[in-house]
């Protein structure tokens, strides 16, 4: 992997995480403080720059504006970002706004209209957690896959973690990706996504294929994102894999 910066990533976040995040190499979590070395945690770290955008304007001028014919949700926060975001290298400004963004896509009101009464508030939670991590990783305009760390690929991260089975590692990651994000929810989330610069996309159709999702910039080349992600994605799957406590989960 190629390393640009291995100064220690430390934040505080609102919620404590699990502990057993620290599972994964280069990740130490004690309760709500988070500190993450990048020289071990990523599998390639190549940029240590982000797009945010203050939350809390997202909050106020962007969630509750619906879109028209003449403009699409897309289009309303492609502009958002392209007025109110900025580059930044405080990598614990990223995460302190993942935070914030799946606190509020994740959230319980949902869980009634999901139609998945095995996912609980608990599983809300470890999404948080994951999403919150994943927001470091990072895709450029050309498409090329600069920052992968664990929690790219989130049914392998998320069952070391949480000493998830396969069904139910499964069953998270459709929450995340698939039926989660109804219509309602996928405008919530394009829209929630402009506070870390562009639009969540997916590698994969389906659990089984397990490519992982990432936040990134519009007009990325999405075919570049696929044929990169393609030639790395099985052995740090596997790498990922290892550090289960409970192999037989």
């Given at each position: 992997?190629?390393?640009?910066?291995?100064?220690?990533?430390?934040?505080?976040?609102?919620?404590?995480?699990?502990?057993?995040?620290?599972?994964?190499?280069?990740?130490?979590?004690?309760?709500?403080?988070?500190?993450?070395?990048?020289?071990?945690?990523?599998?390639?770290?190549?940029?240590?720059?982000?797009?945010?955008?203050?939350?809390?304007?997202?909050?106020?001028?962007l969630l509750d504006v619906d879109e028209t014919t003449e403009s699409a949700v897309e289009?309303?926060?492609?502009?958002?970002?392209?007025?109110?975001?900025?580059?930044?290298?405080?990598?614990?400004?990223?995460?302190?706004?993942?935070?914030?963004?799946?606190?509020?896509?994740?959230?319980?009101?949902?869980?009634?209209?999901?139609?998945?009464?095995?996912?609980?508030?608990?599983?809300?939670?470890?999404?948080?957690?994951?999403?919150?991590?994943?927001?470091?990783?990072?895709?450029?305009?050309?498409?090329?896959?600069?920052?992968?760390?664990?929690?790219?690929?989130?049914?392998?991260?998320?069952?070391?973690?949480?000493?998830?089975?396969?069904?139910?590692?499964?069953?998270?990651?459709?929450?995340?990706?698939?039926?989660?994000?109804?219509?309602?929810?996928?405008?919530?989330?394009?829209?929630?996504?402009?506070?870390?610069?562009?639009?969540?996309?997916?590698?994969?159709?389906?659990?089984?294929?397990?490519?992982?999702?990432?936040?990134?910039?519009?007009?990325a080349s999405m075919a570049n994102f696929r044929d990169d992600l393609a030639a790395f994605?099985?052995?740090?799957?596997?790498?990922?894999?290892?550090?289960?406590?409970?192999?037989?989960?």
């Amino acid at each position: 992997m190629t390393t640009i910066d291995t100064t220690a990533i430390t934040v505080e976040l609102p919620e404590a995480f699990d502990q057993r995040w620290s599972r994964l190499p280069g990740l130490q979590v004690d309760g709500w403080r988070i500190t993450i070395d990048p020289a071990e945690y990523f599998f390639r770290f190549e940029s240590n720059t982000w797009l945010v955008a203050d939350w809390e304007l997202v909050k106020s001028q962007l969630l509750d504006v619906d879109e028209t014919t003449e403009s699409a949700v897309e289009q309303l926060a492609l502009d958002f970002i392209k007025q109110h975001s900025e580059s930044t290298s405080d990598a614990a400004r990223v995460l302190a706004t993942a935070y914030e963004v799946y606190a509020y896509l994740f959230r319980e009101e949902h869980l009634a209209g999901l139609g998945l009464p095995q996912i609980t508030a608990d599983h809300l939670r470890m999404l948080r957690e994951a999403a919150t991590l994943m927001a470091l990783n990072k895709v450029e305009l050309d498409g090329h896959i600069s920052n992968v760390g664990p929690c790219w690929f989130f049914p392998a991260a998320t069952s070391v973690v949480f000493d998830l089975d396969d069904e139910m590692g499964g069953m998270l990651d459709e929450v995340y990706h698939g039926g989660w994000f109804n219509e309602h929810r996928r405008i919530e989330s394009i829209k929630a996504h402009a506070a870390l610069g562009g639009r969540l996309v997916h590698g994969c159709q389906s659990v089984p294929d397990q490519s992982g999702g990432v936040v990134a910039p519009y007009g990325a080349s999405m075919a570049n994102f696929r044929d990169d992600l393609a030639a790395f994605k099985a052995g740090w799957i596997a790498q990922v894999y290892v550090h289960r406590v409970n192999p037989a989960a």
